[in-house]
């Protein structure tokens, strides 16, 4: 993988090309090299940015591929995406909700990202596991809020409509938000018992 990391005059802020072929390999250009999905998992570990091509077409397919790497970490055992989540994920497509959530999910990944040493040092040496779960409650609970805002940012009216309850609109709303609350408990249980091990 030294090749596929290699640094050339370019700097490191310009997007690697990656090219793929019709025979599904894939091509480093700043390296000159073919390469595998392990490798590219690599560069995303190491916060090396690159863009997937179709080699004939020029098409951008890097979501694509992204999308395969984390099939392939996933069937090797690296669980890291419950069903559960997945399951709701895929309810969100179709749904009126589809063009928030990657806005939300990638608002609540960069968070996660921005704490991730402190989360790793609390993890590994808190004595008080409440601790741990509370850092993760608030959190959650900030991301919540920030979905809600921005639900509210779409449809003003939802909680301001006639009648005592909720209106019919913000019915499905509350219920994908009591989903997220219930998927960020199972993860805080999940990290809880990955402390106590």
Known sequence: MAKAAKETGKGDDAPIIIKKYANRRLYNTDSSSYVTLDDLATLVREGRDFVVRDAKTGEDITRSVL????FEQESRGATILPVSFLRQLIGFYGDRLET????????AMDAFTRNQEQIRKMVESSLDPSQTLRYFEAAAQQNLAMFQRAMEMFNPFARHESGAGPSAAAAPADDKIDALERQLAEMQRQLDALRRK
């Open 67 to 70: 999308t395969q790497i984390i």
């Open 100 to 107: 928030m959530l990657p806005g939300y999910l990638e608002a």
